[in-house]
Each structure stands twice: as structure tokens, then as C-alpha cells.
């Protein structure tokens, strides 16, 4: 038997071709519903008991009449559009619980807004997929919407999210959140009593950190040797008065005693005690009134004590400027002009008879000329007078030069005042390196000179190397520097002075001998400060003298060296023994 229904108005059978529905419809939907009613029964769900009308359809589209008159006593089916309606609707369902289901699964989907739930009509299209592809019935997805898990809270949203791919834990139901009860605001005992808001406040005060405070060394060790003294002398006091208290001694340990304490501070101070009339602190309670401000006995007064003017510290070491300094030209014609000056002042001084005449300066050469007469009488006895007049004359004039002259004592007195003044100026140090110091000539020189330069410092002669360290001036310290790098000459042994040289009548062989002695041991000497030389390791100004004279020291080993240069210098000795010439040095040196 042919189940086939016909084709309506002869129509084409792949368009209009419609599935046989068996029995009535609303039948089928019911019998539906009772069983999806019975498995959430089951499952502890209760259902939506509303039932979502069919929504009209619009107006514009009229009724499609029926064409087969033959089935018009049969079961009456829905038409196509409003097949299409119910389709659509369902599918907007679908994806109202697909989307709720996707975001139960994953907290990160932010939910939709709430808000009224609007009706929304679809437009009528034509049904997608027939036979087992047709989608579920719209009111078999009835219930899934209102079975829905509760929205989200911030909580849950941050969740891990559902793994994606099909497994054991995939399948498996995700529990409903359990929602926390919030606890009731209580008051914090712990807070101040002013906790009602009255208002703002401000923002809240930052907490400032401390800075670490790392203890110096020796720190605590030093607290502990003062605790340590200070229960030594404890003990001590209570044996001298165990001692005393037996011997009767009662009075001297009193004294012992107020020698240890310390006198308390006194009831007032020198300071505040005129001002307080009773001598006490209790008096500037009273008020101003009360104390000796303003009244007779007061030590205020309206006078006021200017303090002694004292000349600044730094005027002492100020230099006095300089006079201009002249030409050899410009010196003789101020001289000339200051002579001239003097003689005008003397010969008006003669005029006015406030002095007698000098006498004439006769000599051989004007003798005939200046006494005419008395030259033509006699004269070998003016010529006699005249060798005297002038012998008298230079004997006046080498003694004002004699009397103008300075004394040892004065000229040694004026180069320590030069050599003050040169280190008011600035106090300079040098440091120097002297390979090999063991010609006497050579010491002699570093001695010496450095005593008339007034310097002073330290000499230390080594075998190894010498050290020789100099504090003064700077025009003192030009001079000694140049002496040693330039004039003198350490690769040059001093020349021998004996005695028997100077002697007569010695024995030839003796003196052959002799000669040829001298002369190994000067070439012995010269092949050892072959390679001497002396350099300047260090120059720089310093603050005032270490040393408050010159010396020499000789020190064979290092530590002698350093004792003698002490812990301020022992460094120097350092440097001197470890420093190499560099190479341009030597190549200059070669």
C-alpha cells in the first residue's frame, strides 16, 4: 500500500513534498510532555508550569484555503508558515539555553544584560532540514530555559573554565556555587571610639619606613668593657668600705664616695637666678609680673655692652702688595731726581743761615784753582792739608757704609723672616728616591742643603734604597728640588782627601802602593753608582710641618724604616721600595 500523500496542485514532489503525520498532532506533543515531565521528576526538577502560547501570525498574511477538499474531514496540520514560525521560535529558544549553558561552563563569558525580556517575532523562512535532520519541537525545548542555572557571581566568574574536548571530567556536572552568607558589620573594639563618619577625613596617612641603622665595630664591645669597669669599681667601693667601716675610717669613705658621684644639677641655674626673686622655679608661676624683668633689681638695662673689636685671624698672614718694579733706567732717574731734591733743600737751608757752609771738597786736581793765594805760598803744606781733608772724607764714608751695614745676627734674622713669609704662602712636601746614598760627599750635600733652604724632614739611608723626605717653602723647595735631579751628579764619587798626600818625603814604593790602592777602590765606586740616580716620587702642599728639623737615619732593615718615618709615613717607605723607572726612563737613562 502506497503511504505516499499526493502532490498538491501538481506540484514538483522534491518542494512540495511533506512528511505523513499518523494521528493527531496535539496527541504526539502531549505524550511528548508527560514523558520530559517524568524523567525531570525523576532527576528532582519540577517543571515550567506555564506553557508558552503560540504567537498569532501577522495579520498581512491571510490564510492559505486548503486545495484537497478530500482530506478536509481528516486531521487538521498547521500550514507551512506556521511551521516555519514555530521553527524559528524554537531555534531562538535553543540558542537562549545553548548561551546559558556556555556560560554556567565558562565564568570568563560576561552575562547578558538584564532587563525587561522583549518578544521578539521572526520573520517566517523556510524550514532548514526535513525528516531526521528536522530540529526539536518548540515546545519540547520548553522547560530547558526555565531549568537554567542562577546568573553568576564575581566569584564564580573567575572559576577555571570547563575543558572543551570530550572526557571523564568534561562530562561531569559542574556543582551549583554556594552562595556566602556576608557576616554582619560589627564594630572594631580595636578602633578609636570616634567611629561615626562625620565627614571626610582625608586620605589615610602613609607609613614612612625607618632606614636601616647599622652598628659600627666595636660598638658593643666597648658597652661591655664600660659595664665591666663599672662593676670592677662597684666591687672596689664595697671592699674599701668593708675596710674602712672596719678600721673606723667611716669619714674618709665619704670622701672616696662623693669623689665617684656626680654632683646633682642644681634648683636653678647661674643664669635664671637674678631673675627669680625667691631663687626658685616656682617664681614664673606667678607670672612675668612677679619676676625681676621689669623692675629695679632687674639685670636688664636699657644699656647695651658693644664687644671689643678683634682684628680677623686671617690679617696676620696677609702680604703687603708690592712695590712697582722699575727699570735699571727708571731707577737711576728717581735717584737723580731725589738727590737733587736734597741738595736744593740743603742750599736753601745754607741762604737762610739755618746751617753753616759745607767746606770745599779741595783736591790735588783743583787745588791751584780753588786757593789761588794760598797755593802760591806754600804749597807742600797745603798739599799736606788737602791729602788729609780728603783721606778724612773716605774714612766718614766707609764708616756710614759700616754703620749701615747688618750684623750677622741681623742678616740671619732677615732669611727666617724671607723663609716665613715664602711659607706663608703655602707649605709644600716632596717625596724623593735616591738609588744608593753611600758616597759622604753626597750626604753631606742632601744634609746641608736642606738645613740652609730651611726645610726640614728625614733622611734614611738602606742598602737597598734610600728615602729622603722634605717639608718646606716653596722658593726653599724649588731650590732643593733642582739640586738633586740636576747639579748633582750620583754617578760621581767624591774625591779622597788623606793626609798623607799633603806629607813630604815618603817613601816611593809606600806612595806607588798607595796610589794603586786609591785608585781600585775609586774604581770600585764608580762601577757601584754606575747605575745611581735619583727621582722625585711625590710633591703636593700639605697643611703644616711633621718634622721640625732635618736628619739622617740610616735603618738596615724595613721595620727600623718605618718606625723611624711613623704610621703617617710608613706608607713612603712602601712606595720608595717598590717603584721601577718606566721605560722611557730608561731609555732616556740608556
Not at 572526557?167 to 580595636?190: C, D, G, V
Not at 720608595?576 to 722611557?584: L, M, Y
Request: charged share 30%; net charge positive.
Amino acid at each position: 500500500m502506497d503511504r505516499k500523500r499526493p502532490l498538491e496542485d501538481n506540484a514538483d514532489a522534491s518542494v512540495t513534498k511533506k512528511p505523513k503525520l499518523d494521528g493527531n498532532a496535539e496527541d504526539m506533543i502531549a505524550k511528548a510532555k508527560a514523558a520530559i515531565a517524568a524523567r525531570l521528576g525523576k532527576a528532582g526538577i519540577t517543571p515550567a508550569t506555564s506553557v508558552t502560547k503560540p504567537v498569532a501570525p501577522p495579520p498581512s498574511l491571510p490564510p492559505k484555503p486548503v486545495a484537497n477538499s478530500s482530506n478536509a474531514g481528516s486531521v487538521s496540520l498547521p500550514d507551512r508558515e506556521e511551521l516555519a514560525r514555530r521553527v524559528e521560535e524554537a531555534k531562538r529558544r535553543v540558542a537562549n539555553a545553548t548561551t546559558q549553558q556556555q556560560l554556567s561552563a565558562n565564568p570568563y563569558i560576561p552575562p547578558p544584560t538584564m532587563g525587561k525580556k522583549k518578544v521578539v517575532i521572526a520573520e517566517p523562512t523556510a524550514p532548514q532540514g526535513t525528516g531526521l535532520k528536522t530540529k526539536a519541537h518548540p515546545l519540547l525545548l520548553e522547560t530547558a530555559a526555565t531549568a537554567a542555572k542562577p546568573s553568576q557571581s564575581k566569584k564564580d566568574r573567575y572559576k577555571p573554565m570547563a575543558p572543551k574536548f570530550a572526557s571523564t571530567k568534561a562530562n561531569a556536572r559542574i556543582a551549583a556555587p554556594t552562595t556566602t552568607s556576608l557576616e554582619p558589620i560589627k564594630a572594631n573594639p580595636y578602633t578609636s571610639r570616634a567611629m561615626p563618619h562625620e565627614g571626610f577625613e582625608g586620605a589615610p596617612k602613609e607609613r614612612i619606613g625607618r632606614q636601616l641603622q647599622f652598628s659600627t665595630k666595636g660598638k658593643y664591645i666597648a658597652k661591655a668593657n664600660q659595664m665591666r669597669n663599672e662593676a670592677q669599681i662597684e666591687a672596689l667601693k664595697q671592699r674599701v668600705a668593708a675596710t674602712a667601716q672596719k678600721a673606723g675610717l667611716e669619714s674618709n669613705f665619704d670622701v672616696v664616695e662623693r669623689s665617684f658621684r656626680r654632683e646633682p644639677p642644681p634648683e636653678t641655674e647661674w643664669w635664671d637666678r637674678s631673675l627669680l626673686p625667691n631663687k626658685t622655679y616656682d617664681d614664673v608661676l606667678k607670672g612675668s609680673d612677679a619676676l625681676n624683668i621689669r623692675n629695679e633689681s632687674s639685670p636688664i638695662t636699657k644699656y647695651i655692652q658693644n664687644p671689643i673689636r678683634l682684628p680677623p685671624p686671617g690679617d696676620k698672614n696677609k702680604l703687603a702688595p708690592k712695590p712697582l718694579k722699575l727699570t735699571t733706567k727708571e731707577q737711576k732717574k728717581l735717584r737723580k731726581q731725589r738727590r737733587a731734591a736734597e741738595l736744593q733743600d740743603h742750599q736753601d737751608r745754607v741762604r737762610m743761615g739755618l746751617i753753616p757752609p759745607d767746606p770745599p771738597k779741595v783736591r790735588i786736581s783743583n787745588m791751584v784753582r780753588v786757593l789761588t793765594n794760598d797755593a802760591v805760598t806754600d804749597p807742600t803744606k797745603l798739599e799736606a792739608k788737602i791729602r788729609r781733608d780728603v783721606q778724612a772724607r773716605k774714612n766718614a764714608h766707609e764708616k756710614a757704609n759700616q754703620e749701615r751695614k747688618l750684623t750677622a745676627e741681623q742678616r740671619h734674622e732677615k732669611l727666617e723672616m724671607k723663609k716665613l713669609e715664602d711659607e706663608k704662602k703655602g707649605i709644600y712636601g716632596t717625596l724623593f728616591r735616591i738609588k744608593k746614598l753611600t758616597d759622604p760627599s753626597h750626604q753631606f750635600k742632601v744634609v746641608k742643603n736642606a738645613q740652609q733652604n730651611g726645610l726640614t724632614g728625614i733622611c734614611i739611608i738602606n742598602p737597598n734604597v734610600c728615602l729622603v723626605y722634605v717639608e718646606g717653602g716653596s722658593k726653599g723647595m724649588k731650590h732643593y728640588t733642582r739640586l738633586l735631579e740636576h747639579r748633582i751628579d750620583w754617578t760621581q764619587p767624591s774625591r779622597r782627601r788623606d793626609k798623607e798626600e799633603d806629607e813630604e818625603g815618603e817613601d816611593a814604593d809606600e806612595g806607588g802602593a798607595m796610589e794603586t790602592t786609591k785608585s781600585g777602590d775609586a774604581a770600585q765606586d764608580e762601577s757601584s753608582l754606575a747605575d745611581n740616580r735619583c727621582d722625585v716620587l711625590w710633591h703636593g702642599s700639605i697643611s703644616e710641618h711633621t718634622f721640625h728639623s732635618f736628619k739622617s737615619i740610616k735603618a738596615p732593615t724595613d721595620n727600623l724604616a718605618r718606625e723611624q718615618l711613623g704610621s703617617k709615613f710608613a706608607n713612603f717607605w712602601d712606595s720608595v721600595k717598590n717603584w721601577k723607572p718606566s721605560d722611557e726612563e730608561l731609555l732616556m737613562a740608556d
